[in-house]
């Protein structure tokens, strides 16, 4: 499965690209500047994207609608500035999720992109960086 990761700021764009490549089941991690937006081929198989809002409100929602647009099916995580409480109902026809402020914690974006992703079996473990993800509980050996 494929990830896109649109945002303006380089640096939380190259971090939610790294989030997003040590997830389980994550293949190839896409990242571009919202203005790639229009430029996105109709139908790419994107599961996830990651879609950092910018201060400029009016093209947020023009770009929003654009890339629903484009990838129809795709689930969207909004990271903003302006939190609201839950998903908008407006915003759940366009394939928005989830939603969360840029100032959430690492461990917080990755528990929605794992429960995005379908991964209920995975919490996040206090550990190295590499090895910040493990099983919940251990499967069984079966012989």
Do not use: K
């Amino acid at each position: 499965m494929t990830a896109l990761v649109i945002e303006d700021q380089p640096l939380v764009r190259l971090g939610m690209q790294r989030l997003l490549e040590r997830m389980p089941g994550v293949g190839a991690v896409r990242a571009l500047d919202p203005a790639g937006i229009q430029a996105l081929e109709p139908g790419l198989e994107t599961s996830i994207v990651v879609y950092g809002m910018s201060g400029d409100t009016s093209d947020n929602w023009y770009l929003l609608r654009r890339l629903h647009q484009t990838l129809p099916r795709a689930r969207i995580l909004l990271l903003s500035d302006n939190m609201w409480l839950h998903v908008p109902a407006s915003l759940e026809p366009c394939g928005v999720v989830a939603h969360l402020p840029r100032s959430a914690s690492v461990e917080r974006m990755e528990a929605v992109v794992l429960q995005m992703l379908g991964c209920d079996g995975f919490v996040p473990m206090r550990t190295s960086m590499g090895d910040a993800w493990q099983l919940a509980c251990h499967p069984r050996v079966v012989s």
